[in-house]
Nanobody, 123 residues
Framework: QVQLVESGGGLVQAGGSLRLSCAAS????????MGWFRQAPGKERAIVAA????????YYADSVKGRFTISRDNAKNTVYLQMNSLKPEDTAVYYC????????????????WGKGTLVTVSS
């Protein structure tokens, strides 16, 4: 069983930046596609970004392209989400997830989930 622990959420003003981290409990995640998802109040959870096991392929939702960057450090079993130019509509609980079966980059079906970290962007 893989455990994922997110950190780095918090309160930030619009236009600001945050970096989320996701620490995995097992080195096997270095072979997994990893993703960040978010769920805003009253909305369904949706994919924000994903990264292949090697880091060479990435996927971004249209709403965050050019503002968010996903990266990973397999030596540290950690995935990051750098969020710049934050907007109030980015307010949500952000979840880290792992896909061990190699689904397509934008797939929202994942095998392991973290508990989430709250990001609040004030206007």
């Amino acid at each position: 069983q893989v455990q994922l622990v997110e950190s780095g959420g918090g309160l930030v003003q619009a236009g600001g930046s945050l970096r989320l981290s996701c620490a995995a409990s097992a080195r096997t995640v270095s072979n997994y596609r990893m993703g960040w998802f978010r769920q805003a109040p009253g909305k369904e959870r949706a994919i924000v970004a994903a990264i292949s096991w090697s880091g060479q392929s990435t996927y971004y939702a249209d709403s965050v392209k050019g503002r968010f960057t996903i990266s990973r450090d397999n030596a540290k079993n950690t995935v990051y989400l750098q969020m710049n130019s934050l907007k109030p509509e980015d307010t949500a609980v952000y979840y880290c997830a792992a896909d061990r079966t190699g689904r397509s980059m934008g797939a929202d079906v994942m095998d392991y989930w973290g508990k989430g970290t709250l990001v609040t962007v004030s206007s």
